[in-house]
């Protein structure tokens, strides 16, 4: 545990984490726009209805907004109880050797690191909870009063399906969502103790994080023409 908040306790780290944390948030927003313009001519030539809409932005926009004091809440309640309210951490390291004054201390920086991260995660949830509650509206045809009556009716009783989807947009943007069968693996391997002691946890201390993070990057990039999901997505007229 000193370990751990021993290599994260560098202003840099935090600057970082904050940083990229906004900057993947804001990135949401032109996404939106472009899968927009992206869907309108794949519609056409796959002879489907629209799935994705340009009134998705706004509504990402808002949304992001309005989760601003839900993540404020979420911060707190770090500060207060060292966890974040999803017990998931961007870290995979959860304080528990130490407690009191002692373990308040020593785990300051991960603290911190949770604190950033639980603020950003309110934010991300309600963008993605919004756009796509607008997205759904949208796909059933609705226009003017009757679409935003519907859109009204989804943000005060979302189905279970859709909070799970923008939680699992929300983990995304961090870089939290649950590690692949590759990574499990590593993370297995890494975890495997050598004469009783998992030795490899301080050579390697963080795993699905950075993944995640070069697989956000690799999707992004022009190597994510090789994604096997977007011509999934491609072949399945989604």
């Not at 202003?11 to 948030?25: D, E, F, G, V, W």
């Not at 309640?77 to 961007?90: E, H, R, S």
């Not at 002691?197 to 992004?220: D, H, Q, S, W």
Request: hydrophobic fraction near 45%; avoid cysteine; aromatic fraction near 10%.
């Amino acid at each position: 545990e000193i370990f751990y908040n021993s290599i994260l306790s560098g202003p840099k780290t935090h600057i970082i984490n904050q940083l990229s944390n906004i900057i993947t948030a804001l990135g949401a927003v032109p996404e939106r726009g472009f899968a927009a313009l992206a869907d309108y001519p794949l519609s056409l030539l796959q002879a489907r209805s629209r799935t994705r809409f340009l009134g998705e932005v706004p509504a990402n926009i808002v949304g992001m907004a309005k989760g601003l004091p839900e993540g404020v809440r979420g911060a707190l309640f770090v500060w207060k109880n060292g966890i974040p309210p999803a017990q998931l951490t961007k870290w995979e390291f959860r304080p528990k050797a130490f407690t009191g004054i002692s373990g308040r201390i020593i785990n300051f920086p991960s603290t911190l690191l949770e604190m950033a991260d639980a603020m950003m995660r309110g934010i991300n949830y309600r963008g993605a909870l919004s756009s796509t509650i607008y997205r759904i509206a949208k796909q059933g045809g609705l226009k003017g009063k009757a679409l935003l009556e519907r859109i009204a009716e989804l943000e005060l009783n979302p189905s279970q399906k859709i909070m799970q989807e923008a939680a699992k947009i929300a983990e995304y943007r961090l870089f939290r969502q649950p590690a692949g069968k590759f990574t499990a693996k590593l993370m297995g391997l890494r975890d495997t103790e050598i004469l009783g002691f998992p030795a490899l946890r301080f050579v390697i201390p963080f795993l699905r994080t950075p993944i995640n993070l070069v697989k956000f990057g690799l999707e992004r990039s022009p190597l994510g023409v090789f994604n096997p999901k977007l011509w999934q997505t491609l072949v399945t007229r989604n």
